[in-house]
């Protein structure tokens, strides 16, 4: 089956500082979504971004299809921005998303 | 609001004694999923359901189960927990474009099930 990498496998930063989180998979894939999971456990859809670039407010996220690969920004980061990031994908054959090991992000104020 | 529903969000059993999570949706998707997620690892599918059709994942033990009586319903059924069952279990929906794709996926707040 597909394989989803996700870079850095922890992160840690101060309130305000800015990160870029990666995602590398290795086939080509029908859809791809970044998702947020707070301390509580809810997974929060970020972005659904098959190819292409999305922004919503502080958050913006980039996939180039052809090269297998995502990237998630986070500018201004806050503390409530602290979360484990998934990155999923849905392989061309269908029905299944299948995540990466997340990244874990601290903020610190 | 559109949502998906999970209950109880904790749920505590003992070892051995069959227990059920329930998952609801408002948003009217065709496809509903249950996924394990146990303690620092990504959500594991188990199964899923696209209407009717029943979808298992190869690895899912035997000792989970799973029934959707309606579109807006779906439950999760552990037949004999063990004290490895002991996870996050998430539901979550999507509605299949015509893409064939199956488009964004909407996750519940989750059930943390305890085994004793």
């Known amino acids: 089956g597909i394989q989803v990498e996700q870079s850095p496998p922890d992160l840690i930063l101060q309130e305000g500082a800015n990160s870029t989180l990666r995602c590398n998979f290795s086939?080509?894939?029908?859809?791809l979504q970044w998702f947020h999971q707070n301390p509580w456990g809810q997974l929060i859809n970020l972005f659904y971004?098959?190819?292409g670039t999305k922004q919503n407010g502080r958050l913006s996220a980039t996939t180039v299809a052809t090269e297998r690969y995502s990237l998630l920004y986070i500018s201004s980061s806050q503390t409530t921005d602290s979360g484990v990031y998934f990155c999923a994908v849905e392989e061309t054959s269908g029905s299944r998303l299948t995540f990466g090991e997340g990244t874990q992000l601290t903020v610190n104020p | 609001d559109a949502m998906v529903i999970q209950n109880p969000r904790y749920q505590v059993t003992q070892f051995g004694k069959p227990v059920t999570l329930s998952c609801s949706q408002t948003?009217?998707?065709?496809?509903m999923y249950w996924y394990q997620q146990k303690s620092s690892q990504a959500p594991k599918l188990l199964f899923h359901?696209?209407?009717?059709?029943?979808?298992n994942e190869a690895d899912t033990p035997d000792n989970f189960q799973s029934r959707r009586p309606n579109t807006s319903f779906c439950f999760l059924d552990i037949r004999s927990p063990g004290l490895g069952d002991a996870a996050m279990y998430l539901c979550?929906?999507?509605?299949?474009?015509?893409?064939?794709?199956?488009?964004?996926?909407?996750f519940g707040p989750g059930t943390r099930l305890l085994v004793l």
């Open positions: 971004i098959p190819s």
């Open positions: 359901y696209y209407d009717k059709d029943f979808n």
């Open positions: 979550a929906t999507s509605d299949p474009g015509t893409s064939g794709s199956w488009e964004t996926q909407y």
């Open positions: 948003l009217n998707h065709n496809v």
């Open positions: 086939d080509s894939v029908n859809n």
